[in-house]
């Protein structure tokens, strides 16, 4: 589950980057069952990628998660107060918004990937969102998996159920582990 700081981050650099010839998109993996994840990634007409990781937290920011930087320009999206803390551990050419605010600028790079395996994976991603936004938007589908969605926590009910039936026939005839464990310290 992502917290409601991130959620709010997502949607501030969606708002500074939505602009007529820029084309962005949450969670890209990169290359086919790759195994990095680029938290945001943009491409314009100019052919330039840009590249975002989203931070919410300090141990979200020094986690040992793979920081996907693959673009010509990339970018932390902070907090103001993560940022503050953070602000001397930020590599020189990554570039830094808080919120949907540039505050350091990001110096070019490179393309760390293929730039037609990063046109394709971005592709793929913008699919994978409009084949959500469909199926959320079609009712008949939606009805089948909220059905699904209750058979299965029905049987998860009726597993559970079973699970402690069971436990408790073992504790009356064999006893807890804790009086296992009491008889065993007294004999």
């Given at each position: ?27 890209v993996t990169i290359g086919w069952f790759g195994d990095e994840r680029v938290d945001y990634m943009t491409y314009d007409t100019k052919g330039i990628f840009r590249c975002y990781e989203i931070k919410a937290s300090k141990s979200d920011f020094y986690s040992s998660a793979k920081k996907t930087f693959v ?117």
């Amino acid at each position: 589950m992502k917290t409601e700081d991130t959620l709010s981050l997502e949607r501030d650099i969606w708002k500074a980057t939505n602009k007529q010839g820029v084309f962005g998109c949450l969670e890209v993996t990169i290359g086919w069952f790759g195994d990095e994840r680029v938290d945001y990634m943009t491409y314009d007409t100019k052919g330039i990628f840009r590249c975002y990781e989203i931070k919410a937290s300090k141990s979200d920011f020094y986690s040992s998660a793979k920081k996907t930087f693959v673009g010509h320009f990339n970018y932390f999206v902070l907090t103001k107060e993560l940022y503050e803390q953070v602000k001397e551990d930020i590599p020189r050419h990554v570039g830094v918004y808080v919120g949907s605010l540039l505050v350091k600028k990001a110096k070019r790079q490179e393309l760390k990937v293929d730039e037609q395996i990063l046109k394709d994976s971005l592709i793929r991603s913008l699919s994978r969102d409009v084949d959500k936004l469909f199926k959320s938007a079609d009712p008949e589908y939606t009805n089948r998996m909220t059905r699904i969605i209750n058979k299965e926590r029905k049987e998860k009910e009726e597993y559970r159920t079973k699970f402690w039936n069971l436990q408790h026939r073992v504790w009356e005839k064999y006893g807890t582990r804790w009086d296992r464990e009491q008889e065993t310290a007294t004999s």
